[in-house]
């Protein structure tokens, strides 16, 4: 390991904190080995939000700690998160959009929007926002369709008309895009559970709490929020970061010089096609014929697979998906024992008395008010979810929020709150650090487009909820 990746200062940080939390007598009510396992797992969190080590690295430290102080026992409990079926969907999710990659499918998809819709600026911003939510299904790490496909597609395009980082030009085109592309990003990770690598434990967390999440659910609920935020979210960045440059005649030749670079669909891409078509069609109906998301996303690798559209060797190299098993088994293993072992439920019950008096209709904004803007601390939303998204889900559900409402609220708002920052999810800093944006003009438009978004998806997504009858 490289020492570079070794923040001495950091971990010494992380492990003060850590042994001043476990000699600290555990609460009235609480057994040791629960406080224990919180003292572990909040260091790891720490360690992950200050970067001491790689996220791999400080997770497998906190469980070695585990393991050797006994506050978990190797069988049975602190392995049993690497076979969770949650995380080996998002882990075979990885791999399929691996696919969409190597056949250059989604360039291609990119390539035939802005071709469509590139006469203007705007159009471009939409063009590439199509992109991702086509993507999104099957693309669990967002920063791998962000900044894998759109980003370097709105580079080349903003290069193109003469719009360059660091240079009074970048106002011409590339800020505008690198504002909208992201932000985009935002909200199509919160339309579908695939699309974000958190999701899923989202709804694991919903489901020990008696509320069940299917992909198709998820789907339906953030559908009518969702397309409105990406109607109107570009068209308000438009308003206050208004390109330079609005006509964009050349952008469409641009796409379809590429597209002829391209040649004709392979036959890999219509394997790709037929394995995107068969996966949603499972996610959202498989339930009701007993197959669950996981069982069709082996389905789908193993189509891949056998078809050639991807090797054995491209899934060992696939370091996100292995890298995403081991801290994500990691932190999904310590958050359940928190539950298991009774530190939740106590959690919950000293957070609840705080809000005991409000009626849920106030408790419920203020709780994902908290939530949401608490994000500021957070470099990354899976550290977040993790550690604030069950405990939040069970404070809002005892003060009487409609659990369904409670859970799915949550799991939008683990996606949304990524806009806030320059460092506060894996796209970030891809398009913040291409030098197109101040970090003012980032801070401001976030905060700005947070409070837009927690509006469009409260009213309009509240009105659309009690339609499917959520609360």
């Known amino acids: 390991m490289k020492n570079s990746e070794v923040s001495l200062p950091k971990l010494a940080i992380t492990l003060v904190i850590g042994l001043v939390l476990w000699f600290i007598p555990s609460p009235e009510g609480l057994e040791p080995r629960a406080w224990h396992l919180f003292a572990i797992f909040l260091s790891t ?8 080590l790689p996220m791999g690295s ?9 393991l050797f102080t006994g506050t978990l026992k190797l069988k049975g409990e602190a392995l049993t998160g690497f076979s969770n079926s949650t995380i080996w969907l998002i882990v075979i999710a990885f791999f399929i959009a691996r696919g969409f990659i190597k056949t250059g499918l989604g360039t291609r998809i990119a390539y035939f929007f802005i071709y469509l819709l590139g006469k203007k600026t705007l159009g471009l911003s939409y063009g590439l926002a199509l992109t991702d939510l086509i993507l999104a299904p099957v693309t669990p790490s967002n920063t791998a369709r962000a900044g894998g496909v759109i980003f370097p597609i709105m580079k080349s395009l903003s290069h193109s008309f003469g719009s360059d980082p660091h240079e009074p030009s970048r106002k011409k085109m590339g800020e505008f895009l690198t504002f909208s592309c992201f932000q985009v990003d935002m909200i199509t990770s919160a339309m579908f559970m695939t699309a974000m690598a958190a999701n899923p434990l989202i709804a694991q967390f919903a489901g020990e709490h008696g509320v069940k999440i299917t992909w198709g659910s998820w789907a339906l609920a953030a559908l009518v929020p969702g397309i409105i935020s990406l109607i109107i979210i570009p068209l308000v960045i438009y308003k206050f970061f ?6 964009t005649p050349n952008a469409k030749e641009h796409a379809k010089e590429n597209l002829q670079k391209m040649g004709p669909m392979t036959k890999s891409e219509w394997t790709m096609i037929a394995v995107f078509l068969f996966l949603i069609v499972f996610w959202i109906f498989g339930g009701s014929l007993g197959i669950a998301s996981t069982t069709t996303a082996f389905g789908g690798l193993a189509i891949l697979l056998i078809t050639g559209v991807l090797t054995w060797d491209d899934v060992k190299s696939e370091k996100g998906a292995w890298d995403t098993l081991i801290w994500f088994g990691v932190l999904v293993m310590m958050a359940s024992f928190l539950n298991k072992l009774g530190f939740i439920p106590w959690f919950s019950q000293f957070v609840s008395k705080e809000v005991s008096g409000l009626a849920w209709t106030t408790a419920f904004p203020i709780l994902l008010g908290v939530y949401f803007y608490s994000h500021y601390i957070f470099a990354s939303s899976t550290a977040h979810v993790t550690a604030m998204a069950s405990v939040f889900m069970l404070v809002g559900i005892s003060v009487g929020v409609p659990p369904a409402l409670m859970a799915i609220s949550l799991g939008f708002f683990s996606n949304l709150f990524g806009c806030l920052t320059h460092y506060g999810s894996g796209p970030a800093p891809v398009f913040f650090g291409s030098g197109f944006v101040d970090l003012g003009d980032w801070w401001k438009l976030g905060f700005g487009l947070s409070i837009l978004n927690i509006i469009i998806w409260m009213t309009v997504g509240g009105i659309w909820w009690k339609i499917l009858g959520l609360y």
């Open 45 to 52: 969190i720490i360690g992950i939000i200050l970067k001491a």
């Open 58 to 66: 400080i997770c497998m430290t906190g469980l070695a700690v585990a």
């Open 242 to 247: 208004k390109p330079e440059i609005t006509e």
